[in-house]
């Protein structure tokens, strides 16, 4: 079975609900706290990007383990766009937040806000896949 190009082959609007939901329970309450804000300042971009690559390797596992989907396990594409869309949307969701807090300032210090979103994105990726998992 060969699925259409583009994320909307791997993903349902009811996933994308649910991934967009997930990321939210858990990236509110981490992007409201002082200490992402105080650590996205303080934080190498170098130590920022090892949390990015940590949260795709343990994701990549954490769908692999979940989703019983033949197409996610048995299609190395359909994995990948998977694992991409589900970080891609939650980092957009963190952004979000953080602008919702006032904690993003794109053009005043823009290293600053990618390493927020990024630490954030780290346990709302998780959450989302969770609840992606439970909706099924």
């Keep these: 079975m060969t699925n259409p190009p583009g994320v909307l082959s791997v993903f349902s609007r009811r996933d994308v609900a649910e991934i967009a939901t997930g ?3 858990m990236a509110f309450p981490v ?3 002082q200490e992402i804000w105080d650590l996205g300042q303080q934080l190498t971009l ?3 990007l090892l949390f990015a690559l940590a949260s795709i390797l343990f994701l990549g596992v ?3 383990l979940l989703h019983d989907r033949p197409d996610v396990r048995r299609d190395h594409r359909v994995f990948l766009k998977r694992v991409l869309s589900t970080y891609g949307l939650t ?3 963190s952004a979000l937040l953080l602008f919702g807090v006032d904690h ?3 053009f005043g210090h ?3 806000a990618i390493k927020r ?3 954030v994105a780290f346990p709302a990726c998780f959450a989302a896949t969770a609840v992606d998992k439970f909706g099924e």
């Design 23 to 25: 990321a939210c329970i």
């Design 62 to 64: 954490l769908v692999f």
């Design 117 to 119: 979103t990024v630490l």
């Design 110 to 112: 823009p290293l600053v």
């Design 104 to 106: 993003l300032d794109l």
């Design 31 to 33: 992007a409201a706290a």
């Design 46 to 48: 170098l130590r920022v």
């Design 91 to 93: 980092l957009v969701i």
